[in-house]
C-alpha cells in the first residue's frame, strides 16, 4: 500500500464511523465535495475515498449498508483497532493534521501507525475478523433478541434487565428466583461469520460458564435466525488478539462458527 492510500483510509474511517458531523466538521459542504478536496489534499483518486469510506459503513451506524458482503480486510481491520476507541474531536485532530500535512509530510505519533499500512498491507490472511460494532446490525440483533425472548421467555424466564450501557461485559441480565444469568447478543448479517468478543465480555463468560448465554442472531439481511449458546467459554476456542491500543480481544472465527451450527 502506499503512504497516499495509508492515508486515505484513515480518513476515510472518521468519515465513516462520524458520517454526516466528520464532513461537516471538516468544512465539506456536500459528500462529494469532500471526497474531492480530500482527493486532491492526498493526491488519490476521489471515488478512491469513497468506496474505502463504504468499506467501513458495514461496521458503523450511518444510513449506508456499506460493502457487508465481504469480511473487512486485515488493512481496515488495522484502522479499526487502532482508532475505534478515540472520540470525534480526537479522531478529528488526527485527520486534520493528515489533511493539512499532505502525502508528504510526516506526522508525529502516527508515523508508525501509517508505516505498518504501507508496509503490511493486507498480506495477513489469516484474519478471518468480521467487526460487529453496535450500529444497526448490533441494535437488529438486541432488538430480535429482546422481542424473542419476552415471547419465547429464553434461555431463561425471569426479567430481562438492560445493561447495554455499563460496560459489564454483557449486553443483559435474567433475574428469576433460580438466579440471575447473563446474555451477550451478537448479530451476523449473513448466516454465517466471525465475531469479536472484548477483553471484558470473554472474561464475563470465563468466570460465570453456564451463566452466561451466548444470543448470536444469524441472517439478519433477510430473515433473523437465533441461536442460543450456554457456556461459549467451553464450546469455542477463540484467538487472542492484542491490537495496536493494547486492547485484548478474543476472536471466535467464522470456520468455528460454521463447525458448531453444523454438528447441531
Same mark, same amino acid.
Given at each position: 500500500?502506499?503512504?497516499? $492510500?495509508?492515508?486515505?483510509? *484513515?480518513?476515510?474511517?472518521?468519515?465513516? !464511523?462520524?458520517?454526516?458531523?466528520?464532513?461537516? $466538521?471538516?468544512?465539506?459542504?456536500?459528500?462529494?465535495?469532500?471526497?474531492? @478536496?480530500?482527493?486532491?489534499?492526498?493526491?488519490?483518486?476521489?471515488?478512491?475515498?469513497?468506496?474505502?469510506?463504504?468499506?467501513?459503513?458495514?461496521?458503523? &451506524?450511518?444510513?449506508?449498508?456499506?460493502?457487508?458482503?465481504?469480511? %473487512?480486510?486485515?488493512?481496515?481491520?488495522?484502522?479499526?483497532?487502532?482508532?475505534?476507541?478515540?472520540?470525534?474531536?480526537?479522531?478529528?485532530?488526527?485527520?486534520?493534521?493528515?489533511?493539512?500535512?499532505?502525502?508528504?509530510?510526516? *506526522?508525529?505519533?502516527? /508515523? @508508525?501507525?501509517? &508505516?505498518?499500512?504501507?508496509?503490511?498491507?493486507?498480506? &495477513?490472511?489469516?484474519?478471518?475478523?468480521?467487526?460487529?460494532?453496535?450500529?444497526?446490525?448490533?441494535?437488529?440483533?438486541?432488538?430480535?433478541?429482546?422481542?424473542?425472548? =419476552?415471547?419465547?421467555?429464553?434461555?431463561?424466564?425471569?426479567?430481562? %434487565?438492560?445493561? !447495554? /450501557?455499563?460496560?459489564?461485559?454483557?449486553?443483559?441480565? *435474567?433475574?428469576?428466583?433460580?438466579?440471575?444469568?447473563?446474555?451477550?447478543?451478537?448479530?451476523? !448479517? =449473513?448466516?454465517?461469520?466471525?465475531?469479536?468478543?472484548?477483553?471484558?465480555?470473554?472474561?464475563?463468560?470465563?468466570? $460465570?460458564?453456564?451463566?452466561?448465554?451466548? @444470543?448470536?442472531?444469524? $441472517?439478519? @439481511?433477510?430473515?433473523?435466525?437465533?441461536? *442460543? %449458546?450456554?457456556?461459549?467459554?467451553?464450546?469455542?476456542?477463540?484467538?487472542?488478539?492484542?491490537?495496536?491500543?493494547?486492547?485484548?480481544?478474543?476472536?471466535?472465527?467464522?470456520?468455528? %462458527?460454521?463447525?458448531?451450527?453444523?454438528?447441531?
Amino acid at each position: 500500500m502506499i503512504r497516499e $492510500n495509508a492515508l486515505a483510509l *484513515i480518513v476515510s474511517y472518521y468519515l465513516s !464511523r462520524f458520517d454526516r458531523v466528520a464532513y461537516q $466538521n471538516l468544512g465539506f459542504d456536500t459528500l462529494t465535495g469532500g471526497h474531492q @478536496a480530500i482527493g486532491s489534499r492526498l493526491n488519490v483518486n476521489p471515488n478512491t475515498v469513497k468506496n474505502m469510506r463504504d468499506e467501513f459503513d458495514s461496521i458503523h &451506524d450511518n444510513p449506508r449498508v456499506g460493502w457487508y458482503q465481504r469480511e %473487512i480486510w486485515p488493512s481496515r481491520q488495522r484502522v479499526v483497532e487502532t482508532f475505534e476507541d478515540l472520540e470525534e474531536f480526537e479522531l478529528r485532530s488526527i485527520v486534520e493534521e493528515i489533511l493539512q500535512s499532505g502525502p508528504e509530510g510526516r *506526522i508525529y505519533g502516527l /508515523d @508508525a501507525v501509517i &508505516d505498518e499500512l504501507i508496509g503490511k498491507g493486507d498480506e &495477513d490472511t489469516e484474519s478471518k475478523t468480521v467487526y460487529i460494532v453496535r450500529g444497526p446490525t448490533g441494535r437488529r440483533a438486541e432488538e430480535f433478541f429482546m422481542k424473542f425472548h =419476552s415471547q419465547a421467555g429464553q434461555p431463561r424466564q425471569g426479567e430481562l %434487565i438492560d445493561t !447495554r /450501557d455499563h460496560g459489564c461485559g454483557y449486553d443483559f441480565e *435474567i433475574r428469576s428466583e433460580d438466579g440471575t444469568v447473563y446474555v451477550e447478543v451478537k448479530g451476523l !448479517r =449473513s448466516e454465517v461469520g466471525g465475531m469479536l468478543f472484548t477483553a471484558k465480555e470473554w472474561e464475563m463468560a470465563r468466570e $460465570n460458564r453456564e451463566r452466561y448465554y451466548l @444470543a448470536l442472531v444469524r $441472517n439478519l @439481511a433477510d430473515q433473523p435466525e437465533l441461536e *442460543i %449458546i450456554q457456556n461459549p467459554a467451553k464450546v469455542f476456542i477463540p484467538r487472542k488478539s492484542v491490537t495496536t491500543t493494547v486492547q485484548v480481544r478474543w476472536h471466535i472465527g467464522q470456520d468455528e %462458527i460454521s463447525t458448531y451450527l453444523a454438528k447441531r
